[in-house]
């Protein structure tokens, strides 16, 4: 069994941290694929482990 994996790098642009790198990484079991996180309709269930990394 095998785990997917969606690595998202983006800029934080407002809040605490604005102008920081960021990382997010979003690990899905096989049932969904890995850019339906990022599609209009999203992850509508799964069991996932989500990391995120800001960093200044």
């Known amino acids: ?3 997917n994996t969606a690595v998202l790098d ?3 642009v ?3 941290g604005k102008g920081s790198v960021a990382r ?3 690990h899905t079991l096989p049932a969904s694929l890995p850019t339906d996180c990022v ?4 992850i509508k269930h799964t069991t ?3 990391h995120l990394i800001i960093r200044p």
């Open 10 to 12: 983006r800029v934080v």
């Open 14 to 16: 407002a809040g605490r």
């Open 1 to 3: 069994m095998g785990v």
């Open 48 to 50: 996932a482990f989500t």
């Open 24 to 26: 997010k990484s979003i």
């Open 39 to 42: 599609l209009a309709d999203g």
